[in-house]
């Protein structure tokens, strides 16, 4: 069956989400319970809190979900959930939710990678091309994956210390903005210059890999030594300095991977994905090539259900269920 129907569950992290899915392209309904005003004063996710939070909301959110379907559990043919990687205590809590429905309704149970996620949420925009390339970029992940075919991931470059959204949230944190910071340096960049000299990490000539804390520090460092000597540094050009040294090695590299592997469609996926710069950046790069952008709308972009519900469709075709003994791994492979 190609239309099957899909109510996923992702609770990897800080959002308690659940989606019905048709045919891995149809959204029948996509619900997102955020936590962030919740974790906010600590200036971060605490995993503790976010555990207890999915276990408050799951229940009320796929019923919303169900609902705004306009399907009951009769029509359901699977039921998908994040298997991992995140915070184990939080994906814990979807995974049993998950293997609950799938159980008393003696439905296939489909697990899905987050990541995974995160690139198929491309799905629920248009179809794939092959050779496909994406560029995943979150507070947890920063990957180029290379996807020579369907549901096909290999991992050819990603961060060796912070992820993209991370170092965007603790540059944030340095210029004393709320959490999570990204959209706040994405504001103030668009105001500055990108006057300040920063690093940028290339690493080896041939490496698809990533570095952000030396970026990081070097922004620290900035700050603190201008401060000593009494200097003042308009922070709308800090943020500016910063994000262009991000975008430029983003859009660099996933520019170099494309024409090495010769692909014919690019994803850009994950929270970072938001960020005004780096869809600008990415757009203006690949406009006159014959290469396929797709960056999918913001709601898709950061953590929700839909997405793992794209992404179980692929799994649904290759016949990859999971038994009742599924875990959560917060470590999981791609
Ligand atoms: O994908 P996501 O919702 O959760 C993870 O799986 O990590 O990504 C959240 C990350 C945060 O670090 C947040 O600061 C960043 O995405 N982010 C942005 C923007 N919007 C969200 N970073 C830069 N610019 C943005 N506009
Ligand atoms: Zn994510």
New binding site residues.
């Given amino acids: 069956k190609e239309n099957e129907i899909i109510l996923a569950v992702e609770t990897s992290?800080d959002e308690t989400a659940a989606a019905v899915v048709q045919g891995g392209a149809h959204i029948l309904s996509n619900v997102v319970a955020s936590q962030i005003e919740s974790h906010k004063r600590f200036g971060g996710v605490v995993p503790e809190l976010a555990s207890r939070h999915h276990t408050e909301n799951i229940t009320w959110t796929i019923e919303e979900a169900m609902e705004k379907a306009e399907v009951t559990f009769d029509d359901l043919d699977a039921v998908a959930v994040t298997e991992g990687p995140g915070l184990v205590g939080a994906l814990l809590v979807g995974v049993n939710a998950a293997k609950a429905v799938a159980y008393a309704r003696r439905l296939p149970l489909l697990p899905v990678h987050h990541i995974s996620g995160?690139i198929q949420a491309a799905r629920l925009e248009r179809p794939w091309r092959y050779p496909a390339l994406a560029l995943v970029v979150?507070?947890?992940?920063t990957e180029l994956v290379l996807l020579r075919d369907e549901g096909e991931y290999e991992v050819i470059g990603q961060t060796r210390d912070d992820a993209a959204?991370?170092a965007?949230?603790k540059v944030a944190r340095t210029l004393e903005l709320p959490y999570?910071?990204?959209?706040h340096?994405?504001k103030l960049a668009a105001e500055g210059t990108p006057n300040i000299e920063l690093p940028i990490a290339w690493l080896e000539p041939d490496s698809y890999d990533f570095s952000f804390s030396g970026l990081k520090s070097a922004v620290i460092n900035t700050l603190h030594n201008a401060k000593q000597r009494g200097e003042t540094i308009r922070s709308e050009d800090l943020a500016a300095s910063f994000q262009q040294s991000v975008i430029t090695v983003l859009t660099e590299k996933t520019k170099r991977a494309a024409d090495h592997y010769k692909v014919e469609q690019i994803v850009l996926a994950?929270?970072?994905a938001?960020?005004?710069g780096l869809r600008t950046a990415m757009s203006n790069t690949f406009a006159s090539s014959s290469v396929e952008l797709t960056i999918p709308p913001f709601s898709l972009c950061?953590?929700n259900a839909a997405m793992i519900g794209a992404a179980a469709h692929v799994q649904w075709k290759k016949n990859i269920t999971a038994g009742w003994d599924l875990n959560g791994v917060p470590g999981l492979a791609l």
Wanted: hydrophobic fraction near 10%; charged fraction near 20%.
């Fill in positions: 992290c995160h979150s507070g947890g992940h959204g991370e965007y949230d999570p910071g990204g959209p340096i994405d994950g929270g970072v938001a960020n005004k950061t953590d």
